[in-house]
């Protein structure tokens, strides 16, 4: 099968990669090769591509810094994912979309489900929520999943950064919440 993977230094990307490599066609893309914000070229990538399946693991993911550059956020997290929805569905072939546990406002006591009312709090949130109902609206074969707390040997992660604070000091303190 002929997969496009964007976000092609990412972690889940990165994951994903390893595990598709072996019997899939991967075409891998990262920010140097296409810029998900620039939507003609994006189109024009899908379309040159012909991918039988598109995996969206690229996104806008630093969330304080999304609260003081939102016009990127959006442009990456909200429209990016529409255009690939759009394009997916004229080849007839499927959208995975990573999405976020952000979308949530945190408050409820159990764990979410695809059917709880989303509320998010800052801009990373909404842009994120605004790419899924970008993708459903056009109602193409997708799939959103949403992810919380992800973890990889590769880049910056909670498990990588206590690993290597456990190395360099004797105590931790960690905030609880």
Not at 58 to 77: G, L, Q
Not at 83 to 112: C, M, N, Q, R
Not at 153 to 165: D, I
């Amino acid at each position: 099968m002929r997969i496009l993977v964007l976000g092609q230094q990412g972690q889940v990307s990165r994951e994903l990669q390893s595990l598709l490599s072996q019997q899939h066609e991967l075409i891998v893309l990262g920010r140097e090769q296409l810029d998900l914000a620039d939507t003609a070229r994006l189109r024009e990538a899908v379309r040159h591509l012909q991918p039988e399946l598109i995996i969206n693991a690229a996104a806008h993911t630093a969330v304080d810094a999304a609260e003081s550059e939102p016009e990127a956020a959006f442009a990456i997290n909200a429209i990016a994912p529409g255009v690939l929805a759009e394009e997916a569905a004229a080849l007839d072939v499927p959208l995975i979309h990573y999405s976020t546990d952000y979308v949530f406002d945190g408050s409820k006591a159990t764990a979410y489900d695809e059917d709880d009312a989303p509320n998010p709090l800052g801009v990373y949130g909404h842009s994120k929520l605004a790419g899924e109902q970008a993708i459903a609206a056009v109602g193409g074969k997708h799939l959103i999943l949403r992810t919380s707390w992800v973890y990889s040997l590769h880049g910056r992660n909670f498990l990588l950064t206590m690993q290597r604070l456990l190395q360099e000091r004797e105590q931790l303190s960690v905030v609880a919440d």
